[in-house]
């Protein structure tokens, strides 16, 4: 049996409003989908917590709320952009493709 706590999130059903979790596998196409929703989600974050940010008028506790999910997001794209780096190490021609999707994704959280 498949180790579920290596499970990631594919998206949303539509029907149901439930995520969608698998064990993707090194390098398929479950990965990628996993690999897509977490930055989708890491940069939809960003982009609440920059506005949260930008107004001003957050206090502490609510921004320290927002702590776990950012470790959370930020864990996964790490994650992300270490496989791209792996799978592309640097001399091999598509590397500056990989390295510029991972700086072009970077920009996306700027806050």
Known sequence: MADMSKARA????????KT??????PGGALERIADETAVE???ALG???GAVLESGVATEAELGAFVPALYEALGEVV?????IIDRFPVGDGSAALSLRDVLVLQSHFVI
């Open 41 to 43: 989600a890491a940069t």
């Open 20 to 25: 969608i979790y698998a064990v993707a596998e």
């Open 47 to 49: 982009a609440v917590v």
């Open 10 to 17: 594919l998206g949303t059903d539509p029907l149901s409003g």
């Open 79 to 83: 994650d992300v952009a270490a496989r």
